[in-house]
């Protein structure tokens, strides 16, 4: 069993950045973030691989950067020119392909204010 731990999320006004970070208690091949509103389905919004491929949602291309650390089993995402429209609680995501298992955090709350 892999525990996820998530930090960073926070209020911030529109332009504004914030850095999201999951930790994880053991090897993970593919890490991810989603978010989720009210009513909505969860999205993905950025994952990495553990070979550093990632890709994004079209939305946050060019303003989020997914990256990680496998020596501390650590990942983190960047996000810079927050909209109102990223306001959502954002989960953390792992996946082992050894053992086809899928593994969440507990989320962490993003306000983006206009």
């Known amino acids: 069993q892999v525990q996820l731990v998530e930090s960073g999320g926070g209020l911030v006004q529109a332009g504004g950045s914030l850095r999201l970070s999951c930790s994880a208690s053991?090897?993970?091949?593919?890490m991810g973030w989603y978010r989720q509103v009210p009513g909505k389905q969860r999205e993905l919004v950025a994952r990495i691989t553990s070979a550093g491929s990632t890709n994004y949602l079209d939305s946050v291309k060019g303003r989020f950067t997914i990256s990680r650390d496998n020596a501390k089993n650590t990942m983190w995402m960047q996000m810079n020119s927050l909209e109102p429209e990223d306001t959502a609680v954002y989960y953390c995501?792992?996946?082992?392909?050894?053992?086809?298992?899928?593994?969440w955090g507990q989320g962490t709350q993003v306000t983006v204010s206009s």
């Open positions: 995501n792992a996946y082992s392909w050894g053992s086809s298992r899928n593994y």
């Open positions: 053991g090897s993970i091949d593919v």
